[in-house]
C-alpha cells in the first residue's frame, strides 16, 4: 500500500493487461495524482482513503471504467456516472472506450475522485433497499405454503442470498418459467445454500 505513490505488487495487472493497457496506465495515473493508496482487491486496482474504498479500475470488453464504490452519492453535473445494472444500489462507474476520452476529462475525473473522498471523510453511507424491498413472487408464495420447510429455509438464508434468488425468479416474464426455476433450486435453497453453492 501506497500513498500517493504506484504500488509495485500492482505493477503485474498493468503489465499483463491485453485490452486497455494504455487506458489502464492513463487511469492510474490520474487517480494516484489524487493522492489515493494504490493497493489490489477483487483481482483489480482499487484506490483507498484511511482504508476506505474510493474507486477502482476495471475493464470489460466493450469498455474499461473507474468505478466509485459509492458513486451513487456523488452529485454527476456532467452526467456521465453509469449504473451498470439497475440492481446495483451503491455503485456508478465512467466508462471509456479510448485514451482520448480519459484525457479530455482528466479535470472531471479529479474532481469526481475529490468529491467520493469527501464523501467518506463526511462518513455518508448508502441507504440500501430492505429485502422486504424485493418482490417475492407468487409462485414461490405458493410453494412456501406447499412445503412450510422451503419457507423456513429461505428465510435462514443471508439477505444476499435471498435477493439473488428472489430476483432470479422475478426475471422470469412467464409463471411457467418461473415455476422451473424455483423447482430447480429448492434443494438448493433447503440445503442452505445460494444459487451459486
Not at 504500488?7 to 493497457?21: E, L, S, T, V, Y
Not at 494516484?32 to 474510493?54: G, R
Not at 471509456?96 to 467518506?120: G, P, R, W
Not at 424455483?182 to 445454500?193: A, F, M, R, T, V
Request: glycine letters at 4%.
Amino acid at each position: 500500500m501506497t500513498h500517493g505513490g504506484r504500488n509495485p505488487k500492482i505493477d503485474p495487472f498493468f503489465r499483463k493487461a491485453d485490452k486497455w493497457k494504455e487506458e489502464f496506465e492513463r487511469l492510474r495515473t490520474i487517480v494516484l495524482d489524487c493522492e489515493l493508496n494504490e493497493e489490489f482487491k477483487w483481482m483489480h486496482p482499487c484506490y483507498t482513503h484511511n482504508n476506505k474504498n474510493i474507486v477502482l479500475i476495471h475493464g470489460f470488453k466493450e469498455y474499461c471504467a473507474l468505478l466509485f464504490h459509492k458513486g451513487a452519492l456523488l452529485k454527476d453535473p456532467h452526467g456521465i456516472l453509469v449504473q451498470q445494472t439497475k440492481n446495483v444500489q451503491a455503485a456508478r462507474q465512467i466508462r471509456f472506450t479510448n485514451v482520448q476520452e480519459i484525457d479530455e476529462l482528466e479535470l472531471i475525473l479529479k474532481s469526481y475522485i475529490d468529491e467520493a473522498i469527501e464523501v467518506e471523510k463526511a462518513g455518508l453511507e448508502i441507504t440500501y433497499k430492505q429485502q422486504t424491498a424485493y418482490t417475492v413472487p407468487e409462485e414461490l408464495d405458493n410453494k412456501f405454503v406447499e412445503i412450510p420447510e422451503l419457507k423456513t429455509a429461505f428465510e435462514s438464508l443471508t439477505p444476499g442470498r435471498q435477493r439473488a434468488y428472489l430476483l432470479h425468479f422475478s426475471q422470469a416474464k412467464q409463471a411457467k418459467t418461473r415455476e422451473s426455476r424455483i423447482e430447480k433450486y429448492i434443494p438448493h435453497i433447503l440445503d442452505g445454500k445460494g444459487m451459486n453453492d
